[in-house]
């Protein structure tokens, strides 16, 4: 502990590793503390889900005289990473009596066991997953940014799904668009026959009264084959009508399906976007736990932490950088 007497650096057996953390800053005295270094990778996999990740952790405790020398459950993760250990001291100073038992390599292999028990038995991976889709959240990533992700990826699929479903349905629309500009044109050309034979009609009647009226006979074979001939041109007229109406009803039929085959499409595009969205949907949490053979240790270690103490006994720690795990 602090209160210990500080002396000179302890001889260890060459089998047991040790490494200090660089000094940063000054003042007062520089105090070296022994503590336990433990870095492992703890790879995290699930065929059902397709998830095969691995986390870099290190973690560092300290080592005492008590019944239990050795309690990771008051671990922490240093400020400092592995590549900033050095193998001896970057500045001189005193250093804190070190535990019998830390000086014996038997420790350190039970230490070690104790290590990998106690990350196996605390450390999971916590993943969101959408429902809706069935994605999964990258390891680190929060549920914010998950969900502007995946609304993304969404987004963009219900566009290309869209436009699937668009040219899907084009030839149809196409189709019957032709339809109806031949019909239209066909009603058209109905009416202007019908209007023909309406104003030959009237012609013909026209002529045949005023024949019939300044004639000298009133009857005659001439006269009455010249009524025969507007009556059928009065039928004629009819007819041309009807035929004008039956275009016109074909124009709305082709129309109809036209409206018909939209509102297909439109259904089908607004069920797309009926489908959960993942900016709002209820996530579920997917939770997978190592398993002991995929947690490996990559270095465990005595670590020589610095520190300074003051005139008056406190202690400031002489590490004032982060540089990450690696």
Not at 122 to 144: C, D, V, Y
Not at 183 to 190: Q, T
Not at 224 to 252: C, L, P, S, W, Y
Not at 260 to 276: F, P, Q, T, W
Request: glycine share 6%.
């Amino acid at each position: 502990t602090p209160a210990q007497a500080a002396g000179l650096q302890p001889t260890l057996p060459p089998d047991v590793s040790q490494f200090f953390v660089p000094v940063r800053g000054s003042g007062g005295m520089l105090v070296y503390q022994p503590r336990l270094v433990a870095a492992a990778k703890i790879r995290y996999a699930d065929a059902k889900s397709k998830v095969d990740t691995a986390d870099n952790v290190i973690f560092v405790t300290t080592i005492n005289d008590a019944a239990v020398p050795v309690n990771w459950e008051e671990s922490e993760a240093p400020e400092w990473g592995l590549k900033d250990l050095e193998k001896a001291p970057s500045k001189p100073g005193q250093f804190v009596e070190l535990p019998t038992v830390a000086g014996r390599a038997k420790s350190y292999v039970a230490w070690s066991r104790d290590f990998v028990d106690w990350a196996y038995s605390t450390h999971k991976l916590e993943l969101f997953r959408s429902p809706g889709t069935g994605a999964i959240s990258n390891p680190g990533e929060s549920e914010r940014d998950f969900r502007v992700r995946l609304s993304q990826v969404v987004h963009e699929q219900r566009d290309e799904a869209s436009d699937t479903l668009r040219k899907k349905y084009a030839p149809k629309l196409a189709a019957l668009q032709e339809k109806i500009r031949r019909a239209e044109l066909a009603v058209d050309r109905e009416k202007n026959q019908a209007n023909q034979a309406k104003t030959q009609t009237i012609i013909s009647v026209g002529a045949t009264i005023i024949g019939a009226f300044t004639g000298r006979k009133l009857v005659s074979s001439s006269t009455i084959g010249k009524a025969t001939t507007a009556a059928r041109g009065v039928g004629r007229a009819m007819q041309q009508g009807d035929d004008v109406t039956r275009a016109q009803e074909n124009v709305q039929a082709i129309q109809q399906q036209l409206a018909d085959l939209e509102a297909d499409l439109k259904a089908e595009v607004d069920a797309l976007a009926a489908k959960n969205d993942p900016a709002t949907e209820d996530m579920d949490s997917l939770v997978l736990k190592p398993k002991k053979s995929d947690i490996a240790v990559q270095l465990f270690s005595l670590v020589w932490t610095p520190y300074w103490q003051s005139a008056s006994g406190a202690l400031l720690e002489g590490v004032l950088f982060h540089s990450g795990l690696c």
